[in-house]
């Protein structure tokens, strides 16, 4: 069910978190690949309190308080600090700092003057980083940080055995602010490989929170994150377990353990060790929060899109699937989330049951002991939101694999909530979602299709009566202009030809023979859907299962008329005329071009007068199958209605039976078509 749609808000483009002395954060946007189908720019607070006044007049104090911690090394150590006037060197960057000048020359002299408190006095260094990295929050100083080599010489600093906590948190927090929003210094981090130095400071614990907000600024692709720790993630997640946590908090560690849980092999980890259950918790949780204030709600609600995506991520994993067994606790609470009003919470529980729902044996458990079919029922009948009916569409499909799971989820009920999104038409993917599950519940189920052709009204009087679910489905056909949902809809006929073809073991016998006389006698437009099939260009695969059911449809003298209404159509005539000659209407012979998408159960089993092809086929063998299956339907069609069909046209179908070997040309057959429609 990885295919499911990507629906997160995608705040604009913004800067990351102003780290404070203390290891807080100030509110702001941060930017993260998602490593799913598009970047999503989330908004992220660090561990401070929401309101903090954002712009301080940090860097007019700046060189002032590095004036007076230099007089201090100064007069203890005597140093050379490379400049007779540096007192006035200091002011004056000041007061050019006050007129908006940034003075990068003094900077580099300043970072000289570090190497040797370095060295010298670790005391004033740590004070001089606490007074940069203050400075720091100012983000027009942040570029000139980089270019004067300031930030070079505190990321180094981090790779230090010997540096101090009273060093490593202000450096931490220069090196934090210095990359906010800006490529430039976080691609010095990245490129001199001191991101895996600072991750591991994530273990010391007074150091914790300023490290994960470090990372989450110098981390704009989770590919950073590659070379890390073994036990980041899991470091990470502690946080989650350990502290009380406000939303500010809350929504930076989370993003920082998804950026870690986008490798594959921290996922790993993150299974083997059971810590699913900590972010499953922490998104429920997420609900408790009481804030009035939008935008974090706002910011809330696309972390748990971004949880849903990275649990729908590993939940795919042959190795969540054994370590969450359909009766571990995990899967018990996500049963229970399929009963919440909150509409993320169902889309988490459906994108993780729905991927373990991928053995029969764990469906039939699911339908038959867990009864989460009706669960989903619900769902349908009790939300409109069209995320919620796509995740729950999907879980759907996959319980209704299994042959003995079709009968249990399909019915009346059934019918009547799945064709309800296809007049829906503003959400083409869940359409198509819907379709699709109808599909699966149609293939080998005879009692499946009857639900299908049930009446809309029971009343004999009403108008509705007349109609069935498949003529809503054949109205969606007509309407809509998805592609994909429109194939989708030929292969559902495809599947009920298939279905009424095969044994129907179980189902009395009258009610099958009633069957086809409801499916032509009261669809009329039965067949074009699968027309639309065979004069596509693009998949060779669909055109073949088209053929396949076309065939199978002229069995019966309903359905070749049904198949001939379609065949008046000049572009479906043509292509059946060049499928049986080889040739194109222009006569030059026909050479296989089309692509070959990756269609599921096109190779299921049917008995009847067409040939299926393996989907495996090369293209040679399935244009010789459609020819096969296009030379079935012109036999049947000239022994079901040959009598109805008019000279001409029965005489081009006598030519065609002469297959390749015909003296007429495709051309030829064409121009004597055209002449019995009028020249059209």
Known sequence: MKDHPSTSPSPSQAEESDINGDGTTLPAL???????DANQDYLVHAFGQLGIQKRLPMAERMFASLERIFQHTFEIHRIDLGAHDWHARLQRADENSRRGIRDI??????????DQLRLLDPEDLAESANVLANGSRDASWRLPFGQSGLLDFFLHVTTLEETEVDLLAPALRFIGNTCADSDVNREIAISSEYLPSIITRLQERELTAITIS?????SRNHADLADCPENSVQTVVQLLQEQELDPSDLLLIVHTANAFLHQPRFQTQFVEQQLVDTLLELVFRSYTFETEDSEVEEELSVLRDSVNQTLSDISATSLFANGYPIDSALVGSLTQWLTSPREQIIICSCLVLGNLARSDQICLEMVGRLRLHERLLQVLQDHTDMQVAYAVLGFLR??????ENKTTIGSLESMQLISKFWSLDLNPQVQHASVSLLRQLLNNCITNVRWLLES?????DSPAHEKTYLSLLLLLHGRTDDISTKVEIGRTIATICRCIASSSEGVPPESISAIPHRLYGMHADIARPLAMMITQNRFSIIR???WFALALMTRSREGSAAVSEVLQQMEVFGALVTTITGQSINGQSVSPTAERPNTSNTSSSGSGSGTRRPSSEPEGEM??????NALVLVNEMLRNTGDELSVIR???LEDLMRGPQSPKGAQELMTRAQSENGGH
């Not at 941060?30 to 799913?36: E, N």
């Not at 809309?456 to 004999?460: A, C, M, R």
């Not at 244009?623 to 096969?628: I, L, S, Y």
């Open 105 to 114: 020359e003094v900077l580099k002299w300043i970072r000289t003057v570090l």
């Open 30 to 36: 941060s930017s993260v690949d998602s490593g799913s």
């Open 544 to 546: 073949s299962e088209g």
């Open 214 to 218: 470090v990372i989450y600024n110098i």
């Open 650 to 652: 029965r005489s081009i």
């Open 623 to 628: 244009q010789a199958r459609d020819r096969e």
């Open 456 to 460: 809309l009204s029971p009343d004999e």
């Open 398 to 403: 996959n319980l209704a694999l299994p042959a």
